[in-house]
């Protein structure tokens, strides 16, 4: 009876186990083939692959049509006529983007459609098969030898659907409409300050399980305890009562339960006092392990609580200031989306020469190789949805696409210590409209995760000489956020450290936005806009200004490396680059690097 008891009030507490998405997580544990490599490509600004000449989609016909693309058809004698052909089609790499990957693309926004053909193994009653796509930028269709698998709109979340019933004995042809068209109800919408590269930019896997399978599982601290380790498993498949084990090795501990009619077990236990609990200077991981009688899956995580009590923010219970850097999802040497281990070892391995222990992953979630790099590494981790500047915040359609990709990260990255803070939104508009739009993301977001702090980017205003932050929005997050560019857009940098601020909140506090731009190897005076000179000023008066901005505990200057916007074009300067970085596009460091990695030095020595 008290274990009924204890399992509905942690039901109660988790209500976002029993998802109506069957997202697969854990997905680089499980038994898969990988279907990356080279994919053959049709690029289709008018969509005839789609539409007949009448603007019919071929779908709505009935019995279909070979002219349609995802019906990836060969004529069968030499008198039929097919105006298209997979085989014969160049190819581009998945995962990557297109646009740089050719010439042609580079400015491509629109249809176009990747396929690849893979063998399947003799169906086996007792396998389960999945298509798991790590992301598809922006709009994903998606058909499996002919058969629609589904569609999936936001182009940085994973998705993936069954295919057992679809796989053929032999050879399998596997078609995705990919489009990257920009639309004012998207999430993100027309206009960004960065490049809006199409394609299928992460990993799919074809993803094998038994018939009954852990879909997913949680293990992590739970809220307000140093010592109690809360967590699930979702089975799918399964029959109610059906046994899982949760083990901790390292910790000595192990748990059975039995699943309920949802297939869903809820753990709670104590961890052993020998618990180490996951940091930035010490990020231990532990090895998890669920066991069913059908399979074994495991996971690296570590345990850590996050909180804030007035002012401070406190991990494991100790304060914190959080010495961050805004990174991108891109590789400036390459060029291009950033999709590897490889590119985030680039970027990481940046952060913490600059003497960082926090990134901010802007502006939508960035792919899984950071978030468990970051964890290995012991970087504390900001992640955010595309709800940048104006979004069509009356629309209730782009209002559950934002709650789509929010979940779709939160359930992904929820065993990611590293990830302390979840952020709604970027520089937003208040308004009545926004706020409902935005109070209801941060609705969501704590129905999903009462552990994780929540935060947004704001802005700041002028009253009167005095830079005031009081969006109202603040009212409901754990961390005030806000971008400032004093010395860039505005306000002078002579007299900054002098600057008088008022922050309406007593909470935390992070500059999670402040920088100007530099051409690396521009060299001049100080007040010469685009040197490194400019840069490194603007960078050591901020510094002095943001020390006397009440209750700050961290920030994540904008940015670590150059990168591409089309809104950038100054000739001979920007060239199609964002030059904020403190990278350059060739992976050089300017100097405004050493400036901040002095101001991270002393700040480490002041919170050891
Ligand atoms: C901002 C935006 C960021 C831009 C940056 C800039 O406030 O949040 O996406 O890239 O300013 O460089 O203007």
Same mark, same amino acid.
């Given at each position: 009876?008290? #274990? ?59 019995? *279909? @049509?070979? &002219? ?7 004529? +069968? ?32 926004? $629109?249809? =176009? ?20 796509? !790590? ?38 042809? =596997? ?17 960004? /300050? ?16 038994? +018939?009954?399978?852990?879909? /997913?599982?949680?293990?992590? =601290? ?31 501990? @192990? ?68 010495? $961050? ?10 060029? $291009? ?13 940046? &952060? ?17 190789? #950071?978030?468990? =790099? ?5 970087? #504390? ?12 915040? /009356? ?14 990260? #939160? ?6 210590? %590293?990830?302390?803070?979840? @952020? ?7 308004? &009545? %409209? ?30 009167? !000489? ?5 969006? %109202?929005? *603040? ?19 002579? /007299? ?105 030095? $002393? ?6």
């Amino acid at each position: 009876m008290r #274990m009924r008891w204890a399992l509905g009030l942690w039901l109660a507490l988790w209500p976002w186990l029993v998802s109506a998405q069957a997202l697969l997580t854990h997905v680089d544990q499980r038994q898969s083939t990988s279907l990356d490599g080279d994919w053959h490509a049709i690029v289709d600004p008018y969509e005839t692959g789609y539409y007949n000449y009448r603007r019919q989609p071929y779908d709505a016909q009935p019995g *279909g @049509s070979t &002219a349609a693309f995802y019906q990836d058809h060969h004529a +069968q004698d030499k008198q039929e006529l097919v105006e298209y052909d997979f085989s014969a089609s160049p190819t581009l790499k998945v995962p990557g983007d297109w646009n740089t990957q050719s010439e042609r693309l580079f400015y491509y926004e $629109g249809t =176009l459609w990747l396929q690849r053909r893979f063998e399947a193994q003799a169906a086996d009653t007792q396998r389960r098969r999945f298509l798991h796509f !790590g992301a598809v930028n922006h709009r994903a269709d998606v058909w499996l030898n002919g058969h629609k698998l589904g569609t999936h709109v936001g182009g940085f979340t994973p998705f993936n659907f069954e295919v057992t019933a679809l796989l053929r004995l032999g050879t399998n042809s =596997l078609v995705v409409k990919v489009d990257n068209t920009r639309h004012a109800d998207a999430v993100p919408t027309l206009s960004t /300050d960065w490049w809006n590269y199409g394609g299928i930019t992460r990993e799919v896997r074809l993803i094998d399980e038994p +018939q009954v399978f852990v879909q /997913d599982f949680a293990l992590q =601290l739970k809220k307000g305890s140093l010592r109690t380790l809360a967590g699930f498993v979702q089975l799918s498949g399964a029959r109610p009562g059906e046994a899982v084990t949760l083990q901790v090795a390292e910790l000595g501990l @192990s748990r059975s339960a039995v699943v309920n009619d949802a297939g869903l077990a809820a753990f709670e236990f104590e961890a052993p006092t020998t618990l180490q609990r996951w940091s930035p200077r010490s990020p231990r991981l532990y090895e998890v392990t669920v066991t069913t009688a059908h399979q074994s899956l495991r996971d690296r995580v570590g345990f850590r609580s996050i909180e804030v009590r007035g002012g401070e923010i406190l991990l494991n219970g100790e304060p914190q200031y959080l010495r $961050g850097i805004s990174i991108h999802e891109e590789n400036p040497r390459r060029g $291009g989306r950033a999709h590897s281990a490889a590119d985030a070892a680039q970027a990481l391995g940046w &952060a913490l020469e600059l003497g960082c222990n926090f990134v901010r992953l802007a502006h939508y979630p960035h792919n899984e190789h #950071m978030l468990r =790099l970051a964890d290995q590494l012991g970087l #504390m981790v900001w992640e955010e949805i595309p709800v940048y500047w104006t979004i069509a915040f /009356d629309n209730p359609a782009t209002l559950a696409n934002a709650r789509q990709q929010l979940s779709e990260m #939160m359930v992904r990255d929820r065993n990611r210590a %590293s990830v302390v803070i979840w @952020s709604v939104a970027n520089e937003t508009p208040p308004g &009545a %409209s926004r706020n409902a739009f935005l109070g209801e993301l941060v609705r969501h977001a704590r129905s999903l995760d009462d552990t994780r702090l929540l935060s947004a980017a704001l802005e700041t205003h002028d009253e009167q !000489g005095v830079t005031v932050v009081d969006d %109202s929005l *603040g009212a409901q997050l754990d961390v005030v956020a806000f971008n400032q560019y004093r010395g860039w857009y505005g306000g002078s940098l002579h /007299d900054a450290p002098q600057a008088r601020w008022a922050v309406r909140y007593d909470k935390p506090v992070i500059i999670s936005e402040f920088g100007g731009d530099a051409l690396q190897g521009l060299h001049g005076s100080r007040d010469e806009r685009w040197t490194e000179e400019y840069q490194e000023y603007l960078y050591q008066q901020n510094l002095r200004m943001i020390e006397r901005i009440p209750n700050v505990r961290g920030m994540s200057p904008w940015i670590l490396a150059d990168f591409r916007s089309p809104r950038r074009v100054l000739p001979g300067i920007q060239d199609g680059y964002n030059r904020k970085g403190l990278i350059s596009s060739q992976g050089l460091k300017k100097q405004a690097f050493f400036t901040l990695r002095e101001f991270y030095r $002393g700040k480490q020595a002041q919170y050891r």
